[in-house]
């Protein structure tokens, strides 16, 4: 049995993401208590919490970034760490980014070419199709594609970044505050794009902080502040009583 974690679908399958019982912790600190979630492909989810809440971490958690101390993180029932073939793309947050790196538009996009390819195989013609539907997706496409990344807005800047993780036609995106300082307009772009990434049977999770704009961009919640205050649809769980526990309260170590 593979352990590439495909993402095609049979007769209306839908893959899920699950995680039971994740504990992180960075030295002695608690970062991540007792996280348990399951999200499908076809929806998107905000995580919602105050600062130190452990938000961050868990999109690391996710990707193999930062080492579980326990429990555990699968998708389609198998462990992500065995996953291959770039189902998962990450975006860090914005001053994590090297944006002075002499590199375009277009070499960033297909930078997430690069998980398909492996260590021998040559960029074809799949692959430059793969990144010129991005960068059209993206609307990054014609004199943009060949623009250097720091001459780019932030909302240019976001757009660049997803449509790497559109080219490796990855099948989970976790979005480290994709939405910070963006103004009106390039949050509503970045809202109806990523919309349409979870209309295309991706799996979309983003921290968010904008709670007045939150129902209006994803399907799902899950309130935490290092452990789970509430999570599931929106209609559900993005309540003020939840709100309100999660921004007012600190577990105990």
Known sequence: MSNSCGHSHNDGQKHELRIEGLNVSYRSELALKDISLQASCGRSLALVGPNGAGKSTLLKAIAGLVKRRSGSVTWDGKDT????????????????????????VRGVVEMGRYPQLGAYKKFGE????????????????????????????????????????????????????????????HTANLSRLLRSLAAEDRLVIASHHDLGTLTDIFDDVMILNREVVASGSCAEAFTKENLNQAFSHRINE
């Open 81 to 104: 760490l065995k996953c291959r073939g770039g189902e998962f793309s990450y975006l860090p947050q914005h001053d994590e980014v090297n944006w002075n790196f002499p590199i375009t």
């Open 126 to 185: 799949d692959d430059r199709i793969a990144v010129e539907e991005a960068l059209e997706m993206m609307e990054m496409d014609g004199k943009l594609a060949r623009r250097q990344i720091s001459e780019l807005s932030g909302g240019q800047k976001q757009r660049a970044f997803i449509a790497r993780a559109v080219a490796q036609r990855a099948h989970v995106l976790l979005l480290d505050e994709p939405f910070s300082g963006l103004d009106h307009d």
